[in-house]
DNA sequence: ATAGGGTTAG
């Protein structure tokens, strides 16, 4: 069957009786579970409604029966987003059809193309009546990424309920907008209306991924005296958020207290990937098996952490055995999988098994997966290899992240002593217009977060850091034996503008920072940056932690390090 | 109705 000329019929007809006849043909040819000529089908259907306008609704309900009727498959997200397509003058029945949908079994999830014909549908607002469409329609702005628009939309309305709220402050977490997530959580509060189980989770997600480790203790104090520790998402969201502000201690707890048959795959996944970022990489073993033990199956995620727990700690053969149990448990390895099984060959140095790897995968490698690569040729100082991947880099589309792939590759260099060619990859970048991103660190000083840069203008605050940086280098090497390491600084220049330009990183003006500002009984600095610690701010934290006797936790985005262990 | 966990790098 000419699947073409069936699809250019269909889009002729013109009339709901057309349709239907070619409808009975698609059956007679046993073709109503093709899913895309379904699909037309509907659209086509829904079409003819908006056409005529004249209050026809039954093509609607045609259209709405072909979807109940499309078994034995369940429909997927492409019809109803072809109905809801259709339906693009209706807004209301489109929003209905919506709810309908989130109701429905679907072999395939609700994607952004069905937000993005919701959205369409509805925008003329003055359709859209009640306060839940309204709720639906900032859902999707915010699972479009549009939080600007979001916002706009939230602003306009004249009644909002509490999912209003909290589909904002969830939506700016999911943004990185964590400023306006606290602002917004701070308002409900202002407002007297309390928050629930979706406002608190989002709120310490915002938390988890600011670093805002002081916001986060007094949000859990309201937690405690609310009432609400019994929420399973707020326990796992309370419990990744001290994790990643450093405290594994309280993460601990947190997950212990929960009741056992309260644990969700994300509460064990969320313990689990804690361990394995803190760097205990076995006990995230053991506890996966523990959470096997008691009848929790993982999941891809849950995959996911331990083979990062495997990678991190050097367990090769833990990793591989994972991997593949992974198909006992009817997981498909995605992209994520396949990357983390890269970086375990990798990190170990197995450079030419993880090329092989990468280019064997039957998914084609993003670019995550090559800087994986190039990330273990830097640590491995394999050159040959790092220039190959380089090459496959540059071919990805990359606009902001791009900078880091230099500096790798010059990193490389710059390890083996290679100067001219550390100096070609620059002038290349820079003639790319590449600029490096620049790097920060914050700290939270009496629940006021102070961020700093390397070279920043310099204000009180700035002074103040700087002043004690220099006494706390002083005392370094008098007492500490401290000798800079600059291995990684990129320009072949003198050693004492090394060393320079080493001491002036964000990290050690943060924690000169702390240090001058620090309150008596206080032992633990906590750090927040952007890029990964270079080798000197390294040895600086683990000397200021035995000179100073303090506990200096770094965060790190995905990682945690404390110099000290 | 809105929610929580996850691959790389400077």
Known sequence: MAEKSFLSLLTKSKTLKTTKQLHSFLYKNALQNHPLL?????????????????????????ARRLLSHSSPNPPDAFMYNTLIRGLIDFPQIAVNTFMEM???????????????FLIKSAANLRCVRNLSSWDILLNGYVKLGEIELAKITFLRMSVKDDVSWSTMIVGFAQNGCFDEAFGFFREIHKLRLKPNEASLSGVLSASAQAGAFEFAKVVHCLIEKSGFVWMVSVCNALLDTYSKCGDLGMARLVFERMLEKKKSVVSWTSMIASL???????????LFHKMENCGIKPDGVSFISVLYACSHAGLIEEGCKYFSMMRDFDIEPTIEHYGCMVDLYGRAGKLEKAYEFACEMPISPNDIIWRTLLGACSLHGNVKLAEQIKKRLSRFDLDNSSSGDHVLLSNVYASLGKWEDVASVRRSASEQKIKKAPGWSMIEVEKLVYRFMADQKQDEIVKEAYEKLREIMLRLKV????????????????????????????????????????????????IVKNLRICRDCHVVMKLISKVYGLEIVEGCKSRIAHPLR
């Open 38 to 62: 379904f699909s037309k089908l509907l659209l086509h259907c829904a079409i003819t409604i908006t056409g005529n306008g004249s209050g026809e609704e039954q093509p609607l309900h045609y």
């Open 276 to 286: 394995a970022m803190h760097g205990y990489g076995v006990e995230a073993i053991e």
């Open 102 to 116: 989130r109701l429905k079994p679907l072999s395939s999830p609700i994607d952004s193309f069905t937000f993005v």
């Open 479 to 526: 007492e500490g034996g401290y000798v800079p390491e600059i291995g990684n600084v990129l320009h072949d220049v003198e050693e004492e503008e090394k060393e320079d330009s080493v001491s002036r990183h964000s990290e050690k003006l943060a924690v000169a920072f702390g240090i001058a500002r620090l309150r008596e009984g206080n032992v633990v600095l906590r």
